[in-house]
């Protein structure tokens, strides 16, 4: 059974960091391609970043030059280091898993809510 597990959100304050992470079990790991994205009620899910099985890594404009995406193979956990919150991050984050290459998957976990407030 495939499970990804985020932890590590919360409240913070304007200007304070978090760090997200996301346990995944079932799936070959170190062979996934793994993202980030969030999304706020009744708007689309938005892209945050990308951390590809080879270590390349892509980040939506909202998150270039605030936030870093790490993975850890031997773990099977990857990681959001998010700083300089701003309130327009409030969101769900949720984590995923993914190979455009046979066996082809996506899989989500169920999000971890950030709340950047006063």
């Known amino acids: 059974q495939v499970q990804l597990v985020e932890s590590g959100g919360g409240l913070v304050q304007p200007g304070g960091s978090l760090r997200l992470s996301c346990a995944a079990s079932g799936i070959v790991f170190s062979s996934s391609d793994l993202a980030w994205y969030r999304q706020v009620a009744g708007n689309q899910r938005e892209m945050v970043a990308f951390i590809f099985s080879d270590n390349r890594v892509v980040y939506g404009d909202s998150a270039k030059g605030r936030f870093q995406i790490t993975r850890d193979n031997a773990k099977n956990s990857f990681y959001l280091q998010m700083r300089d919150l701003e309130p327009e991050d409030t969101a769900v984050y949720l984590c995923?898993?993914?190979?455009?290459?046979?066996?082809?998957?996506?899989?989500w976990g169920q999000g971890t809510q950030v709340t950047v407030t006063v």
């Open positions: 995923n898993a993914y190979r455009t290459s046979f066996p082809k998957f996506s899989y």
